[in-house]
């Protein structure tokens, strides 16, 4: 079946420095790709999205990139903070009329220490 | 989006009860999701309803789990008989068309069986 690995499943970083969280997927048809923060106890919040029909997005300190053919896509966050410290969750999902139909991966927990 | 609202935010039933959790979306919006949420997992994709309709329920169990989102009122997710494998965060997620939107979800409902 469909299914989203994503690695490490806890990551942590000095305030300051880079932390990156890989995924892959298994559905080729997959062509929409956001990233969820969750705070504990809290709801998961869209932090970036990317289509497939573009390699790279930036936000600020938060970048996505996505490789197609290998069926990667990565979450990079610069100049971490503490604030930045939460679970973070990749999905990936058809888009179209089964937009809101996500395969999300397990997690990953950061942890940025000052 | 603060603009999804669920209730109750907790809900705690004892085995063999009846749960049943609201989700109103946005106002305008027609479109509803349920995901699930277990302890320390990513959120897993239950249904998707329209006005009406059920559009894709492939994530819902076989058994004692439905859901509605009548013309009226909000979308309910009803568990019967809980057990305590049904104890997870349960969020709901609504958009405008269904398609090619980004996701924003509710603040949850965490269901305890005791």
């Known amino acids: 079946g469909e299914n989203v690995e994503q690695h490490p499943s806890t990551l942590s970083v000095q305030e300051g420095d880079s932390a990156v969280i890989k995924c892959t997927y298994s559905?080729?048809?997959?062509?929409?790709f956001p990233w969820y923060k969750q705070e504990l106890g809290k709801r998961p919040q869209l932090i970036i999205d990317i289509r497939s029909n573009v390699g790279e997005k930036k936000d600020q300190r938060i970048a996505v990139t996505l490789n197609k053919t290998a069926k990667h896509f990565s979450l990079h966050i610069t100049e971490t903070q503490p604030e930045d410290s939460a679970v973070y969750f990749c999905?990936?999902?058809?888009?179209?009329?089964?937009?809101?139909?996500?395969?999300f991966g397990q997690g990953t927990e950061l942890s940025v220490k000052p | 989006n603060a603009g999804v609202m669920q209730n109750p935010r907790h809900l705690v039933r004892r085995r063999g009860q009846e749960a049943r959790l609201r989700c109103s979306p946005m106002k305008g919006h027609s479109h509803v999701y349920w995901y699930r949420q277990l302890p320390e997992e990513g959120l897993k994709f239950m249904v998707y309803l329209q006005k009406e309709n059920i559009i894709d329920e492939s994530g819902m169990p076989k058994e004692r789990f439905s859901a509605e989102f009548p013309k009226e009122g909000p979308s309910i997710l009803r568990i019967q008989q809980v057990v305590r494998g049904d104890s997870a965060a349960y969020f709901c997620a609504s958009s405008l068309t269904g398609a090619w939107e980004k996701l924003f979800f509710g603040s949850g409902t965490q269901l305890s069986v005791l």
């Open positions: 559905d080729s048809a997959s062509n929409y």
């Open positions: 999905a990936a999902g058809r888009g179209g009329n089964q937009g809101g139909k996500l395969i």
